[in-house]
């Protein structure tokens, strides 16, 4: 994947969460407020962690411990297993803070390989990725409470998801033009 259908895929799908939420903000703040406590929710993004987790232990160099990375195949499935069982207070916050960390990691690679003009636009993304997902990992009940700061009536504010859509333009004008 290069750095251009990243950024486009970062853009269309921020911008489409964006229209939905100028229309709508009261059903975004409603599943943002059920999102934590959502069992099935983190169980899948549970599973996606850990199939994203595995993927990065296969490419990365572990030396001598290149010879046990079969043992990734039973690893994994008990990670997610254990996790379900020991993990079900915010496990949807959890995850989705694991994703955030994994995820942004072969886009930042993607992003400064890549030469482009800007690139550090998306890096930027990358790490911030990074931070909220150490902070969702470490402290899952500040995505309700930051949530919960953006949204004091109940309801997300219109220009908050404007500002978004703005952004989200943005990312498409570097994607189609620029990268």
Do not use: H
């Not at 853009?11 to 703040?29: A, D, E, H, M, Q």
């Not at 994994?76 to 254990?82: G, L, Q, S, T």
């Not at 919960?148 to 703005?166: A, E």
Request: proline letters at 4%; charged letters at 10%; a positive charge.
């Amino acid at each position: 994947m290069n750095l251009s259908s990243i950024t486009l895929s970062l853009g269309l799908i921020g911008l489409i969460v964006s229209i939905y939420g100028i229309f709508s903000p009261s059903k975004i703040y409603y599943f943002v407020e059920k999102f934590p406590r959502n069992i099935l929710i983190g169980r899948i993004l549970a599973a996606i962690c850990c199939i994203l987790a595995a993927r990065e232990s296969f490419v990365m160099n572990m030396a001598g411990l290149n010879a046990y990375k079969d043992l990734i195949y039973i690893i994994a499935p008990v990670i997610f297993v254990c996790s379900i069982i020991f993990l079900k207070e915010l496990l949807a916050s959890r995850a989705l803070g694991g994703i955030l960390c994994l995820i942004s990691v072969p886009i930042v690679k993607t992003a400064s390989l890549s030469g482009s003009p800007f690139f550090q636009i998306i890096s930027l993304i990358g790490y911030v990725w990074v931070i909220y997902g150490i902070t969702l990992l470490m402290a899952p009940w500040t995505f309700r409470k930051i949530n919960f700061f953006l949204s004091r009536n109940k309801s997300f504010p219109k220009k908050l998801f404007f500002l978004k859509g703005i952004t989200c333009i943005f990312l498409i004008y570097l994607a189609l033009f620029i990268y």
